[in-house]
């Protein structure tokens, strides 16, 4: 599956712009959502400087994006109900 398939579902699901995702932009639900499609395209086989590129970011902002994916998907039921509502 392509990163860009994966931006435009989680994108749907945080109900936020596939623009944002690339914008500098530090906002919650636009943080939360790069989190996501960082993780998810993980798990796809998307290798961390390939996802970085798509979405504007350093390496290590997808490396950190991931491992706050882990903390959140244990601890914050709002943002794992929304990656759970993403359909793939």
Do not use: N, W
Not at 22 to 28: A, H, L, N
Not at 56 to 76: A, F, G, P
Not at 79 to 85: G, N
């Amino acid at each position: 599956m392509s990163i860009s398939k994966i931006i435009r579902k989680v994108c749907e699901a945080f109900d936020v712009k596939p623009s944002d995702i690339i914008s500098s932009s530090r906002k919650q639900p636009i943080a939360d959502a790069r989190k996501a499609i960082s993780f998810i395209s993980l798990t796809k086989g998307h290798l961390p400087p390939s996802i970085a590129g798509f979405i504007d970011k350093e390496r290590s902002t997808v490396l950190y994006q991931i491992k706050r994916h882990r903390e959140l998907m244990t601890h914050d039921s709002e943002y794992k109900k929304k990656v759970e509502a993403v359909e793939l």
